[in-house]
Structures are given as structure tokens and as C-alpha cells.
């Protein structure tokens, strides 16, 4: 089996499973992986994509560049987005190579490069995850602007914080429970 080393570019991590492997969902495989998005017009990627073409030809002779390669390209969003993924945990790095601990969840969203090898296979070309080097994290969290009039929550002496479904608090009065089906 032939297998070529292969460093990504820095991109936006899209459906990451790099703290643990995918074993939910859909498109669950029990393997660690992702996608990083990095713009059409940006020159580390568009060398990144010819690198791998010249992996795939050098793998399958010419047929390699009719099949399977591990990014996409969509002109019309102006992205190329790499794929990569690995059965085994890839060592997760900061920028200055210090390694980062499990602690940490890489969401997407995240400023990623992968490192790893090019592999063959009988459909194409593969991208086998070894390393992630991590530029920025993302905090998944979202930027409200404030508000001056509007609910804001004011809890009572005795309220219990708890919340049963079941229990809207109002009497049963025989009337409906204002679902948008009693409109």
C-alpha cells in the first residue's frame, strides 16, 4: 500500500470528531475525524489540492485523477473543504507544538490544520489523520446584542426551579393547553 505524508492548510473545522470518535448518528462510523473548509482563493489550498492530485496520479497512474481525492470543491460558496479521518486518536497540538490535552473539545467552527498520509485505496485516495495542529478554538457560544425592554426573568422566594412537563401550573379548566393545533 502506498502512502504519501500530507499537511493540510489552516481551515474552519466543519462536523469535527477529534476528542472522540463519531459514534452517533447518520454518518456514524466509530472513527475520529473532519472536515476543515478553507476559501477557493486561497493559495495554501489550492496547493494543498494540487499536491494530492499529484499523490492520486503518482498512487493510480492517470486514472488516480478519476477517482476518489479527500476534498471538495464548490465554486459556487468559493470553498474548498479537505476531509479526513482515522481510526486511531490523533496526537491534537497548539501552534507551538505543545501537545493539548483531552480535556479540551474541539467544536466546529475552530481553526484546525491536519497532518497525516495520503492513502491508497481501491477507489482513490484517502486522508489518514494523524495530527491536528489547533490555531483557534471555537466557543460555540453566541453574541446577543442587548436588549432594553423585553422578558427578563425575575425568580420568586418561593419558586422551585424544577420543571415538570406534565405540570403547566395552570388548573385544569377544561380548557385546551394553547397548542398551536387548538388555533
Known sequence: M????????YGVAQYPHISSPDTKGKYADNKYKTKIVCKIDSPTALAAVERIKAAAE???GKAGLKKYMPFEIDEDAGTITFSAK???APLVMDVKGNKVGKDVRIRGGSTLALAGYLVEFDKGVSFQLHQVRVK???DDSFDFEEVEDGYVYEPSDDADDSFDAADDGDEDDGAT???ALDI
Open 2 to 9: 502506498k502512502k504519501v505524508k500530507f499537511t493540510s492548510p
Open 58 to 60: 503518482d498512487i493510480h
Open 86 to 88: 482515522s481510526q486511531y
Open 136 to 138: 483557534s478554538l471555537s
Open 177 to 179: 393547553n394553547g397548542s
